[in-house]
């Protein structure tokens, strides 16, 4: 059984939104993506949209929605954006924050970066994954 990770970020409309596009796109072989927020807004940011869908080809309007923390499902991984964001009750067995900087509001070279960033993430928490060297064992409060 796959474990199922979950992307959160204070808003869930761009850089979780992208950690799950990208999680979909190179890693649904080793985990489940699933991404998150405290708050959500009306639409995911076309910035964010855009990027990834010159970049990868995926339209996260067309795959994905903003979600709130509680509409999804237990998860085993919580990966935080960057955003010190408190999830209260979430219960999961390994917890990372990848402090990354929020490209909203910003140009595209930074929306690019930030793509490239998670891409490269992304797959690296896949191999951990995939190699055990994350303990998927107990589950713990956060």
């Given amino acids: 059984m796959k474990p199922k990770v979950a992307f959160i970020c204070v808003h869930?409309?761009?850089?979780?939104?992208?950690a799950e596009a990208l999680g979909k796109l190179f890693a649904s072989d080793i985990f489940d993506s699933y991404s998150a927020g405290t708050e959500i807004k009306s639409e995911i940011n076309q910035d964010a949209v855009k990027t990834i869908k010159d970049l990868y080809g995926v339209d996260m309007n067309k795959t994905q929605q903003s979600k709130l923390i509680g509409d999804i499902p237990g998860v085993d991984i919580v990966i935080t954006m960057g955003c010190n964001v408190v999830c209260p009750n979430l219960p999961t067995k390994y917890k990372e924050d990848w402090?990354?900087?929020?490209?909203?509001?910003?140009?595209?070279?930074?929306?690019r970066k930030t793509a490239l960033i998670i891409e490269e993430k992304v797959k690296d928490l896949a191999e951990r994954i995939r190699t055990n060297k994350?303990?998927?064992?107990?589950?713990?409060?956060?």
Avoid: V, W, Y
């Fill in 12 to 18: 869930n409309s761009c850089r979780s939104q992208m």
């Fill in 99 to 111: 402090g990354l900087d929020d490209p909203t509001g910003k140009d595209k070279r930074e929306f």
């Fill in 134 to 142: 994350i303990d998927l064992r107990e589950a713990k409060q956060i």
